[in-house]
């Protein structure tokens, strides 16, 4: 359904730690993922951008290469980015080979991403398609030696075939639109920013009404990573469709031979061949299978493509010669057309070969195994160090691991397949080779082997055929064999028996080894069988110990409940006494109320005997007569004293026996 072809929920982010961005020219890293950036400056992501080229080429450059990279800095500064590198590289000359390949890995191991953004390989810009295929190599190569890398694409020119992640930018377009703008020199040709927010608002057609604008993106793991040829096939098919040739420095020339059964897979095989970062290739088909096969065409991405058609069905051997013919160059290599290349498989190998100038050939690792729709599940690995010894009686060298010098296959005595074999003549012709000089190693895997469940010869299969075909194989070369050929198979004859002998040596030691260990072992099981029976006596004391800490803990519940039912009750005595003191406290208030109350009485008195004693003075002033009645009033001030005096004693006495009574009370428990 619709989306298991293209997202249908918005991401907020592409999740990454650190972030490297690759753009062709100054102004793609903000057209191509500006709202992405913006995003990573909210969220506080590192962020890094490598501009390869500095867009000095035509009316795009007619400002200067200066003048566009100083908008790429405004443009960085605007969305926070940390730095941008200028590798200024030729502007629409940008070259997939290995020099730009390991610049790439460089800049990636040393900026520390986890998250590489680069062009799509769907790009219609060269220089775009190259940027994108340098970047996904150099990262397949890092993701082999163990990173965890992740790769995404960015479109601008093109939408992309495939996208796995739509990235909501809406809240971002005033920052993508802000550094947009840093690019005067080329908005002033064209309205890139508008077209670019056109291709963001199509890309919102599936995320809602509340999403406006949505960059999207084609997410490369390590596993899509470590086989781009599953990246490459439609880029490959429309680059056959357009002959996007390349320019060719001068170099020795590889011919790609391949005897084709017309399988679907063969499309897979040229694909793997269109993505070599050698840069000198031509590739030879020839049709085996006769009528019904397909037309191939005449380029595999930028690489010319050669079609042998004899109308009828080829034997293999017959076929192999056949292309050896026709082939042109100063080395080749065969691959069946099930069976693909690593991106760097022939370049690894004419290095080896350039060195080594006397050596006749040189070889790879292969893994074998088997395609299980778009999942590859390796079973095993050719990787072995050359031994011409070792040739002599076992071929451990796939057929599209060899490159060789194709000057060998020409004259008379040239190497060729022996067509009286109708299988193992791979296998023959190394042998032939071998006798004409050495085969190098390169190590490591770089061609892959898949198993051909539809017919075919497999490697580890040993069917009545393949013996006789083994043994028509050594009768061959047992009367063609070198005196030196001769002391290599003793050589190797002595190193397994003394080998054998060793291993006889050891398992003898290890017999005896085994016997004095048999009696250590049932030393030990006698001393188990003691062990448990002291084991059976712990554990009926730990029974016992049980029993006595279930009858303790019983008497502890017991105490527990005596405790508690002592507790309460002293806590309902404490609560009855702060009650009955509450008590107490509010008698002393009333008392203390009535001493205010006496208070205020005596100082009435006062003021009485105040009165009187200012009546007597003014009566002192008075005649002699008025003696009696001050006589008098003295009576009634003495009577009057008298009683305030007995009314203070009586308020004193009160306050000290109420305060005697509370004492007690408080003193007595209940």
Not at 148 to 156: S, T
Not at 184 to 206: C, H, I, M
């Amino acid at each position: 359904m619709e989306p298991d072809l293209i997202p249908y929920n918005a991401s907020p982010s592409i999740p990454s730690s650190r972030v490297l961005v690759f753009a062709p020219h100054p102004d793609d890293e903000v057209f191509g993922c500006g709202g992405l950036l913006a995003a990573y400056q909210a969220d506080r992501v590192p962020v890094d951008v490598v501009v390869v080229t500095s867009g000095e080429f035509g009316e795009h450059g007619r400002g200067g290469a200066a003048a566009r990279e100083d908008e790429s800095r405004a443009a960085a500064e605007k969305l926070g980015i940390g730095s941008v590198s200028f590798w200024r590289e030729p502007d629409r000359g940008v070259q997939f080979n290995d020099r730009t390949v390991d610049a790439a890995r460089v800049a990636i191991g040393e900026s520390g991403a986890d998250l590489v953004l680069a062009p799509s390989v769907y790009e219609v810009h060269p220089d775009h398609r190259a940027v994108a295929w340098i970047v996904v190599e150099a990262a397949r190569r890092l993701v082999a030696e163990g990173s965890r890398l992740k790769v995404a694409m960015y479109e601008l020119g093109a939408p992309l075939h495939r996208v796995d992640v739509l990235v909501d930018i809406s809240r971002w377009a005033q920052a993508k639109r802000a550094a947009a703008e840093c690019f005067k020199s080329q908005l002033a040709l064209q309205d890139y920013d508008e077209q670019v927010f056109a291709l963001n608002r199509y890309r919102a057609y599936t995320l809602g009404k509340e999403v406006k604008l949505a960059e999207a993106y084609r997410l490369l793991d390590g596993d899509a990573l470590s086989q781009p040829v599953w990246i490459a096939d439609p880029e490959s098919d429309r680059q056959d469709r357009l002959c996007l040739a390349s320019t060719r420095p001068d170099q020795e020339k590889v011919a790609v031979l391949i005897r084709s059964m017309g399988r679907p897979t063969l499309g897979r095989a040229l694909a793997s061949v269109a993505l070599q970062t050698y840069p000198n290739l031509e590739i030879w088909v020839l049709n085996a299978k006769g009528p019904g096969h397909t037309d191939p065409g005449h380029r595999a991405g930028s690489f010319p493509l050669h079609y042998i058609d004899q109308g009828r069905p080829i034997p293999r051997t017959e076929a192999a010669n056949v292309l050896l013919d026709a082939a042109q160059g100063d080395f080749a290599m065969f691959l069946d057309d099930d069976d693909w290349y690593a991106p760097d498989h022939v370049a690894r190998l004419v290095n080896a070969l350039r060195a080594r100038p006397d050596a006749v050939a040189s070889f790879s690792g292969v893994e074998f195994g088997e395609l299980d729709g778009e999942q590859w599940r390796p079973e095993h690995r050719f990787d072995a160090p050359y031994d011409p010894g070792r040739l002599l009686f076992e071929n451990y060298l796939p057929i599209n691991a060899v490159l060789f010098r194709l000057a060998l296959a020409r004259g008379a005595q040239g190497c060729r397949f022996d067509g009286s074999l109708r299988i193992f003549e791979d296998w023959d012709f190394w042998l032939q080779l071998a006798d004409r000089g050495d085969l190098l190693r390169v190590e490591g895997v770089s061609a892959y082997y898949s198993r051909n469940r539809a017919g075919g010869s497999n490697v580890f299969d040993e069917q009545p055929a393949q013996h006789a075909s083994r043994e028509q194989l050594y009768k061959k070369w047992f009367g063609r064999n070198s005196y030196q050929r001769y002391r290599q198979l003793l050589d190797y004859a002595k190193t397994l028996f003394r080998a054998n002998a060793l291993a006889q040596a050891r398992q003898n030691e290890s017999e005896a080894q085994s016997e004095e260990l048999k009696s250590i072992v049932s030393a030990r099981d006698l001393e188990i069988e003691n062990l448990k029976t002291n084991v059976q006596g712990l554990r009926e004391e730990i029974a016992n110990l049980g029993r006595a800490l279930a009858h303790g803990s019983e008497q502890i519940v017991a105490l527990n409940a005596h405790v508690q039912a002592v507790t309460a009750a002293r806590e309902r005595e404490i609560a009855d006494a702060d009650k009955h003191v509450e008590g107490l406290k509010e008698i002393v208030a009333a008392r203390e109320r009535e001493i205010a109350e006496a208070g205020k009485h005596a100082e009435g008195l006062k003021e009485i005997v105040a009165a009187r004693e200012r009546e007597i003075a003014d009566a002192g002033k008075n005649a002699e007569g008025l003696k009696e009645v001050v006589a008098a009033r003295d009576e009634e001030i003495r009577v009057l004293r008298s009683r305030t005096a007995e009314l203070e004693g009586g308020i004193v006495r009160r306050i000290r026996s109420f305060a005697r009574r509370a004492m007690g009370a408080a003193r007595r428990p209940n």
